[in-house]
């Protein structure tokens, strides 16, 4: 008889390790929402056309296509010398990140347009490149340094607490330093950011400990040929990721953010005070949402919170940005379920790379968070360029402006129509995203329970044979 699988054993990290590996991704996603933020505006103010720089940004995804499934290859080959897994990966990323993101950040004001378009493609390039060494590597840590699911899904829990910091960090500093009433450049925004984002960072590369990898194992060296095998078979991660994508590719709302405050509520400092209103929901549900998924099956919950996100959505919309009260009213109320969305959005990933294991024999991590980050990137290119390229069909004006400041005593002014598609780009298109992915989500299958058996039979604890005896179903 094999033995039952351990549901409440006991935590594996040390509190130190937690909150380092925590802390990374303050510093992390100040660089995420550098790119997913504020990209797009930087963009729109430096006097490029819309239609070309969304194409732009449209064509140099097709190397994070490419470079996201060869470094999950890459990761899932490579074996350092000393033994781990991933916190090589994670210590050659903080010297990388920060330098692209500077780099991206500086294109030369006096240049030519295919100069700027240029020196964008490049930076793109290399800093789509350095994020990518740092994603798959922290995310996959989660299953290297605990086999403990409740003590995994406390972590990817919490992490959005931190990442909402660094996110918050980033949104403030990139909203006050360019406002019209402070002035100061992006170049520069980027570089104080950056700096303070680096320092977060660092502490996980000191007190990480990876005990739950094997680094004699060769289970992961695998063909290209199984790589995709894996992949085919590992239907619940597509599925996922179908609607993850669905979703988040249309979230242009993000990317617009400040045009929208500075064009429809008159003033880019108003993207704050959307901020403040939600922070206070958004800080309570991360705290209690842990406790709640332990008594709710996780995906359940996360496909009530995609409906109320979007019925709530088109209340937004079809109630208008004229009256700012009821925006902000709605607004708040939305930022419960859509907090909870974003708290759970990469919990699934270690359920996939379990059901993956258990139902291939393949230990293949690396290709399966290479899959979370892939979505995640080219979901965050997407937004942008559709914003972009949805402005132009609205002919949007182009400006050239280093700060909200500078383009405030421009007085540059859009059309009517202009702005009705900023209220369209704005508020219904991630909407519809989310109806979109409710139609991926149906066809998910995979619940706790079942993911906890499955660990259990793939960290040797429990027999194939009992396991199937004890699942809810026949995967």
């Known amino acids: 008889m094999g033995k039952t699988p351990k549901l409440t054993i006991a935590w594996q990290t040390s509190l130190r390790e937690r909150n380092s590996y925590l802390v990374y991704f303050v510093g992390q996603n100040m660089f995420y929402q550098l790119i997913a933020g504020f990209l797009t505006t930087y963009l729109m103010m430096t006097g490029v056309n819309m239609l070309k720089a969304g194409t732009v940004v449209m064509a140099v995804k097709v190397w ?82 605990t086999s403990n699911l409740d003590e995994r899904n406390t972590l990817m829990a919490r992490r959005p607490i931190l990442a909402g910091i660094g996110m918050g960090a980033t ?122 998924l332990r008594r709710v099956d996780k995906f359940k919950a996360y496909v009530a919170c995609n409906v109320a996100n979007i019925v709530l959505g088109f209340i937004i919309f079809f109630g208008g940005y004229e009256n700012v009260v009821f925006f902000l009213i709605f607004t708040v109320l939305r930022s419960i379920p859509a907090s909870a969305i974003g708290i759970m959005n990469f919990m699934f990933t270690p359920d996939c790379a379990e059901y993956g294991r258990y139902k291939t024999g393949t230990d293949a991590k690396g290709i399966t968070f290479a899959i979370q980050t892939f979505s995640a990137k080219i979901t965050s290119a997407i937004a942008s360029s559709l914003g972009m390229l949805i402005l132009g069909f609205f002919h949007w004006q182009e400006v050239s402006a280093s700060s909200f400041e500078e383009l405030q005593a421009l007085g540059v002014t859009q059309t009517p129509e202009a ?27 995979l619940n706790d329970k079942d993911v906890q058996i499955m660990a259990a039979v793939n960290a040797g604890e429990l027999s194939r044979e009992d396991a199937e005896k004890q699942l809810s179903r026949k995967y």
Do not use: H
Request: net charge positive.
């Open 64 to 145: 994070d296509a490419v470079n996201d499934a060869l470094f999950g290859a890459l990761f899932d080959k490579v074996q350092f010398k000393s033994g781990k897994k991933c916190l090589p990966w994670v210590r050659i990323s903080t010297v990388f990140i920060p330098l692209a993101s500077i780099f991206l950040f500086a294109i030369p004001t006096g240049s030519s347009e295919t100069v700027k378009l240029a020196w964008f493609a490049v930076a793109y390039l290399l800093w789509d490149t350095a994020y990518t060494i740092c994603d798959v590597p922290i995310y996959t840590m989660v299953t290297t340094i």
């Open 171 to 292: 949104t403030i500093a990139f909203t006050i330093f360019p406002s019209e009433s402070v002035g100061l450049s992006y170049t520069l925004t980027a570089v104080i950011v950056s700096i303070l984002a680096t320092v977060t960072m660092i502490p996980i590369g000191v007190y990480g400990k990876e005990r739950n990898y094997d680094p004699n194992s060769r289970d992961e060296n695998f063909t290209i040929r199984q790589m995709f095998s894996y992949l085919v078979r590992n239907k619940y991660l597509l599925v996922y990721y179908g609607g993850y994508i669905a979703a988040n590719a249309l979230l242009t709302n993000n990317t617009l953010s400040l045009i929208a405050s500075y064009y429809l509520f008159g003033n880019s400092m108003f993207n704050l005070v959307i901020g403040a209103l939600s922070i206070v929901p958004q800080l309570i549900l991360a705290l209690v949402l842990p406790s709640i």
């Open 419 to 445: 702005l009705r598609g900023l209220w369209i780009t704005y508020a219904l298109v991630p909407v519809l995203g989310y109806v979109a992915a409710l139609v991926f989500y149906a066809f998910y299958k």
